[in-house]
């Protein structure tokens, strides 16, 4: 938090002394300044509890009946505790009370669920019972396309009758009559994500390729248009063509990670060396994840001849005279172990033959998809703010994904409870330890803003935040706060623009207008003057 | 299938359980009827006498008491988080499951949240199903 006073969220723009600044710098740091609830102090033993061994200590903590007693035990244990106890509850929830027979097996699960749910809360995380309206299938799929980066090839009876009949078609159009493609509803909530928008001009000529009549357009579907998507970026040529996916665009999944370790690349790595991960191990991930923004299956590899490698390449009939341990492996070498599969004498191994292993790291969306889509921007949910990159087990398989639970809702299941991070600027959690966990508030990086504000852009107004219909429910400072961001967020935008002095000035009154907030002072937060 | 597995092996970043063992396919199948979940399918099994789980970049194929920390197990998959008396859960990523529904014997992609089925594969194409789950590119 104390690096916050030297940072400015918007620093060549703003007069700083400015009273209505200052009074929105407020605002903004109340909605970033919830955290967890004070911890209590470290404690490696629980005084109540003294224990002959790690094992009596455990068994006597889970065999406190009284949740309020547990939960006052709990919240006393050191870090590496809270871990095992969780765990351990976790376990017993799950499948039950292995001390007891059959009969009587999950008789502690009600009891051992408000434990855990009260405990959570000394965790840096919450429990939260919602109900959702599910989201529309199509919606659904834009969003793992977008996350993934690959599509599938769509099965024929998931394609529009009229998508269907189109592939039949035999007549050309010309390429300027598939600009209507952005009054196709779908392919509109396809442009809601960047990813998207970027290979627009591939997919309309893909869809000429295809001889795609351009009215049909109007009725796609969203598996319609994977299928364009998929032709268009499928590489095979052989049999397997017609299956399987094909890769369109690094995927939010990846370009996370990738951001991620550009951002925090220091920290991460303080934290591995804290845990006592192999260095070449650590180096392997890094640059996985610098490259390819890939964080699980590490396999470091050596660098140097081993006397293995030296043994196979003489054994394969090459002269390995001049071939030393300290060398560096040539790239012919390494070439050759790979066609004749010896690769796994490239994988580094420790002292006694075991290959060096380290912790794998999945990425996780904080925000529940249901949750994130309430937002009235579908690209929202893959947004970095909303992922976060966790040390795979325990946390995101056990604990993260633990109280997991669908009820039915309007006839349809809908996600109603799951664990969320107290802080929604966690980037990383690698363990219950606040140190373990990195923090980047993605809500003020100007890229977010900016990207938040372009994606989906309908129309000049709405691009920037300004529906008619909205500000009236809204109170004057949620508006000039959103306002605020939006014209920041796309001051660079204007200036692309080119707009006449005119036309600035009626779009100032225009937005004076729907918000309340004087042409002057949006003039200044513009710095128009100035451009 | 075999189109699968060649995939597979040439992936560097994948980790593959070695194969099942024909005793734990039996307790496995037992435990899953205990707590009343559909067993194994047979196609399933297939893949599980070549890789016992699978786990590739997030994408999980799920195995019986796979030796490695980082493969799941049915089992347990199943216990933590199955309320379908009839889908047995067999694989993840991060949106959704890979389930086989005993009453259609179908693989389905089921969507996490809120239980929607997304894709449908019938058994003979759980190729396709697993292909969707891992995301692995042939190129």
Redo the contacts between chains.
């Keep these: 938090m104390a690096s916050r006073k030297n940072k400015k969220a918007f620093p060549e723009l703003l007069d700083e002394t400015d009273k209505d600044v200052i009074a929105l710098r407020k605002i903004f740091d109340a909605l970033i300044d919830e955290d967890n609830p004070p911890l209590p102090e470290n404690n490696t033993v629980a005084d109540e509890i003294p224990a002959d061994d790690d094992i009596t200590k455990e068994n006597k903590i889970l065999s406190i009946t009284d949740t309020h007693e547990f939960v006052q035990t709990f919240q006393r244990l050191d870090y590496a505790w809270k871990e095992r106890i969780l765990l351990k509850l976790f376990d017993r929830y799950h499948f039950g009370d292995k001390t007891v027979d059959l009969k009587h097996k999950f008789d502690k699960r009600q009891s051992d669920k408000d434990k855990l749910i009260d405990s959570l809360e000394y965790c840096g995380m919450t429990w939260v019972h919602k109900m959702h309206y599910p989201l529309h299938r199509q919606e659904k799929h834009i969003i793992r396309i977008d996350y993934y980066g690959t599509v599938n090839k769509p099965r024929t009876d998931q394609l529009s009758p009229q998508y269907a009949q189109a592939l039949k078609n035999q007549e050309e159009f010309p390429k300027e009559s598939y600009k209507i493609i952005r009054k196709s509803p779908v392919w509109k909530l396809f442009r809601h994500a960047k990813s998207f928008r970027l290979i627009e001009g591939k997919v309309i000529t893909q869809l000429q390729k295809m001889k795609i009549p351009p009215e049909t357009l109007m009725h796609m579907n969203s598996y319609d248009f994977s299928d364009v998507l998929f032709e268009a970026f499928n590489k095979k040529k052989d049999h397997t063509r017609d299956k399987g996916n094909a890769t369109l665009f690094l995927g939010a999944r990846q370009r996370f990670v990738k951001d991620f370790i550009r951002k925090n690349k220091k920290s991460f790595i303080e934290y591995l060396q804290r845990h006592n991960v192999d260095e070449r191990y650590i180096s392997a991930l890094v640059q996985s994840m610098e490259t390819k923004g890939i964080t699980s299956n590490i396999k470091p590899l050596n660098e140097k001849y081993t006397p293995e490698i030296i043994k196979a390449l003489k054994k394969h009939g090459l002269n390995t005279s001049d071939l030393r341990t300290s060398q560096k492996i040539s790239e012919e070498h390494k070439k050759f172990l790979y066609e004749n599969h010896l690769d796994n004498l490239l994988i580094a191994t420790d002292k006694d033959g075991h290959i060096i292993t380290g912790p794998q790291f999945s990425v996780h969306h904080k925000i529940a998809v249901q949750d994130s889509s309430e937002q009235p921007n579908l690209a929202q949910v893959n947004y970095f703010q909303n992922l976060c990159l966790v040390v795979d087990v325990p946390y995101h398989r056990d604990i993260f994904h633990g109280l997991d639970e669908t009820s039915p809702f309007n006839n349809r299941e809908a996600y109603s409870a799951r664990i969320y991070l107290k802080r929604e600027d966690t980037v990383f959690f690698g363990g219950l330890d606040p140190q373990d966990q990195i923090f980047y508030d993605y809500t003020k990086d100007p890229r977010t803003l900016r990207r938040k504000n372009i994606d989906e852009p309908q129309d000049e107004w709405e691009h920037i935040g300004l529906n008619a219909s909205e500000p009236k429910k809204q109170n004057t400072t949620e508006i000039k706060t959103q306002t605020l961001q939006n014209i920041m967020a796309y001051r660079e935008e204007y200036l692309s623009q080119n707009l006449s002095e005119k036309q600035i000035k009626q779009n100032i009154k225009k937005i004076a207008r729907q918000t309340n907030i004087s042409p002057a002072l949006i003039e200044k937060l513009l710095n128009i003057r100035d451009l | 299938m075999n ?1 699968l597995f060649n995939i597979m092996s040439k992936q ?4 593959l359980g070695s194969p099942v063992k024909a005793k734990d396919i039996i307790l496995c199948q037992k435990q899953l009827l205990s707590n009343r979940f559909p067993t194994i399918p047979d196609s399933f099994l297939k893949i599980l006498h070549t890789f016992n789980a699978v ?4 994408s999980h194929i799920f195995g019986i008491s796979p030796e490695n ?2 493969l ?1 197990d049915i089992f ?1 998959a199943n ?3 199955n ?1 379908n008396p009839n889908i047995l859960l067999l694989g993840c ?4 499951y890979l389930g086989y529904n005993q009453l259609s014997k179908s693989y389905q992609i089921i ?6 089925v ?1 894709e449908e594969y019938p058994e003979r194409e759980l190729e ?1 199903a697993l ?2 789950i891992l ?1 692995i ?3």
């Design positions: 189109n560097q970043l994948i980790k786990s590739f970049n997030g920390q980082y799941t347990k216990i933590s988080h309320r990523d991060e949106f959704d969507d996490k949240e809120d239980a929607e997304l396709l292909t969707y995301k590119i042939d190129e």
